[in-house]
């Protein structure tokens, strides 16, 4: 569990949009996730302090496929193709660094 950048994310988002609307079925099979878990002392300790929350209007959470360079760069390339979440916190309509890697069941 960590802050991830934004870009990283907005990469696998994208790539989920692109398989989940696509027609590859294999990718889309592949990619299948029951859910998504956070640690509550992670997930805790980061709302407390994430030094966006005080102006905090919203959370998101939005779904994305890890790419292959997202998973390399995170160090988990066993996940590459896997769908994931992530939690943004949000400022009026700003994003913020979101945060990502909770745990991805089944593995």
């Known amino acids: ?4 950048p934004s870009t990283l994310a907005h990469e696998c988002m994208d790539n989920f949009d692109s398989i989940v609307k696509g027609d ?3 990718a889309i099979k592949a990619s299948f996730s029951n859910s998504v878990s956070f640690k509550t002392p992670e997930l805790s300790a980061w709302l407390k302090g994430n030094e966006y929350l005080e102006n905090t209007t919203s959370i998101r959470i939005s779904f994305g496929i890890y790419t292959e360079e997202a998973a390399t760069q995170l160090h988990i390339p066993h996940l590459a193709g896997r769908l994931t979440a992530f939690v943004w916190p949000m ?8 945060f990502n890697l909770g745990t991805i069941d089944p593995l």
């Open 1 to 4: 569990m960590a802050v991830v």
């Open 91 to 98: 400022v009026a309509a700003e994003e913020k660094p979101p």
């Open 24 to 26: 590859d079925l294999g």
